[in-house]
């Protein structure tokens, strides 16, 4: 079966529609201003109608969406919005190309990938800093990357990461051609670039920058030598007795930090990044926010979080806080919330508050110093909190009691619901990236003993659901025959 044929399969298109339902964007309307509701209920119909266009090459994209949000430092950042229906086609595409680009992406790239997060890019970071002892660090902004993408570049790349099919190579020019509508309601040519907002655009972005990861491996990590060794480590350590540069890149889509051992390597490395990118992607770096940084002495901002280098105990060592720039952007959300609950005091918006402050902290608990910095943030929401709804309490609910059970700070309640404590938070280690498939089989037996719990009038639309599930409890075998199913 062809790349075209597992794109345009009813199954994938099917899932691609789930997928994107549960996407919150999915009540976002294009210029055509239809969500997610009109394509469930006209399913069967799109579906067709994606299969026509995809095979026939009559596949012809509706212009995008252009608005402006705002990006934290009084800057606005454009945001293009396809189509729900061109969501659906970019959507069914990635779900088959990834997993086979996936495989050719560099180990340290970590933005926009299964399973990768910012928490394994800040392992990585802190370990290089700790362990590899590479206090100066290169960093890098490119020039409105997303949109200044070169279009035949990205094309090569694509090619010679193993998608060869004159299709799909085609469909993806017709995606990146798109007309953007601006605002003032005038149309665009999309000469370059691939618009923030589309499904498929960070996984053509990562292609873009696969380049240069693998050209900053190539440096040292990756060099070709006679000898060949054992394990990575036993390479390394014999690469280290040389006069090579020790280099190694740390990515997380296309914001990224080289990491050197010297000044003098990192300024060298500094001048053939900002080269690499010109002549070989076509793309500027921004002269103010780019330059070489000794952690020692300055601090470096990577994906909210402000790391720097400091001296304990005669060792040099990490550290992390979040920055100050994302810490007056935390408290302007909460202190927003706020006034809405002193509006308009329902369970509703306290709920939201609560979501507000877990996903602050879950994210941020990353930080070595989250808790000196959700401490001065605290200090100034409690002020608010007390101004606008008045005396705090002890009184705390049930969840409260369950999430937070070893701080005794003092509440306030909306409706029976308690506020949570922004301060309320310890620092998490965070985790390395890992490609173990994790223990899942409990949770695999709730989840069949919850579809078979269902209502008799449910089973049907549910009955996919179960099939996958068993599936995967079972690596597709057959429990009797031990055969694998068909079917």
């Known amino acids: 079966m062809s790349l075209i044929e597992k794109i345009v399969c009813s199954e994938n298109i099917k899932m691609a529609i789930d997928n994107i339902r549960k996407n919150k964007g999915s009540q976002t309307p294009g210029t055509d201003g239809k969500t997610i509701e009109y394509i469930i209920a006209n399913k069967e119909v799109i579906i ?19 608005v402006e949000i705002p990006k934290g430092d009084g800057k606005m950042r454009p945001l293009g ?21 996936d495989k050719k992406f560099h180990p340290n790239s970590f933005g926009f990938r299964p399973k990768r997060s910012t928490e394994n890019a800040l392992a990585l970071s802190s370990n290089l800093i700790n362990r590899g002892k590479m206090y100066f660090v290169v960093d890098i902004d490119i020039k409105g990357f997303f949109d200044n993408i070169n279009h035949n570049k990205l094309i090569k790349q694509l090619y010679k990461m193993g998608i060869k099919d004159r299709k799909i190579i085609s469909l993806i020019k017709v995606m990146l051609k798109t007309k953007i509508k601006l605002p003032c309601g005038k149309i665009i040519n999309s000469g370059k670039g691939t618009p923030q907002g589309g499904i498929i655009s960070p996984l053509l972005a990562n292609i873009v920058l696969n380049e240069i990861d693998w050209w900053i491996d190539k ?12 394990s990575q480590s036993h390479k390394e350590r014999m690469l280290k007795t040389t006069n090579l540069s020790e280099v190694k890149i740390v990515r997380y889509a296309d914001d990224f930090k080289i990491f050197c051992r010297d000044r003098q390597t990192a300024d060298k490395y500094f001048k053939m990044t900002k080269d690499f990118l010109k002549k070989r992607l076509k793309l500027d770096i921004s002269k103010e926010k780019s ?17 720097k280098v400091v001296k304990i105990k005669n060792k040099f060592v990490a550290r992390t806080w979040i920055r100050e720039k994302t810490k007056l952007e935390i408290e302007r959300k909460l202190r927003k919330q706020v006034i809405i609950i002193q509006k308009n005091r329902d369970k509703k918006q306290a709920l939201k508050f609560n979501s507000l402050v877990l996903g602050i902290q879950n994210y941020y608990k990353k930080a070595t110093m989250c808790n000196r910095d959700f401490v001065s943030i605290g200090y100034k929401i409690n002020k608010v909190l007390y101004n606008r709804i008045g005396k705090s309490s002890y009184k705390k609910d049930a969840l409260y009691t369950k999430l937070y059970p070893k701080y005794n700070y003092r509440v306030w309640n909306i409706q029976n619901i308690t506020l949570f404590t922004i301060q309320a938070c310890k620092f998490k280690i965070p985790k390395f990236f890992s490609n173990k498939p994790k223990t899942f089989e409990k949770s695999i037996e709730k989840l069949i003993e919850k579809q078979l719990d269902i209502k008799n009038d449910n089973v049907d639309c549910d009955w996919e659901k179960m099939r996958a599930i068993v599936r995967m409890k079972y690596n597709s075998k057959c429990v009797v025959s031990g055969e694998y199913l068909t079917g």
């Open 48 to 66: 067709d109608k994606i299969k026509r266009e995809l095979t026939t090459n009559n596949y012809r994209t509706n212009t995008i969406k252009r």
């Open 291 to 307: 330059k070489v940084i000794n952690l020692k002495k300055k601090a470096s901002e990577f994906l909210g979080f402000k790391i």
């Open 219 to 230: 440096q040292w990590t990756g060099i070709k030598t006679r000898h060949n060794y054992s």
């Open 81 to 101: 919005i396809p189509t729900i229906y061109d969501r659906i086609v970019q959507q069914s595409f990635k779900q088959i190309l990834e997993p086979i680009i």
